[in-house]
């Protein structure tokens, strides 16, 4: 192996040697992932739900809502850690 065969993953620029990847390809080095959009997803669920939690402490509703919120932010942060870590294995 030479040191051209190896890619540095840390390199700011493309290879000079990969290809540009074509409009629409879908599997070049810039598509995204179905793992990216559940990810993103999650994290928009942990930061509403917490907003939400916030804005009902505030205005002083009622404990179910609290909960109600509380558990959807607890369950959505608990699936982030689960992927994070099976990622790992």
């Known amino acids: ?9 840390y390199r700011l620029g493309t290879p000079q040697t990969a290809p540009a990847p074509g409009y629409g390809d879908g599997d070049g080095p810039d598509a995204v992932s179905r793992g990216d959009v559940v990810r ?3 994290w928009a669920v942990v930061v509403l739900s917490a907003v939400a939690n916030m804005a009902l402490s505030f205005s002083g509703a009622a404990a179910p809502l609290h909960l109600a919120s ?13 992927r994070r870590l099976r990622g790992r294995r």
């Open 70 to 82: 509380g558990v959807v932010t607890v369950l959505a942060a608990g699936a982030l850690v689960v």
């Open 1 to 9: 192996m030479t040191h051209q065969d190896h890619q540095d993953p």
């Open 40 to 42: 993103a997803l999650l």
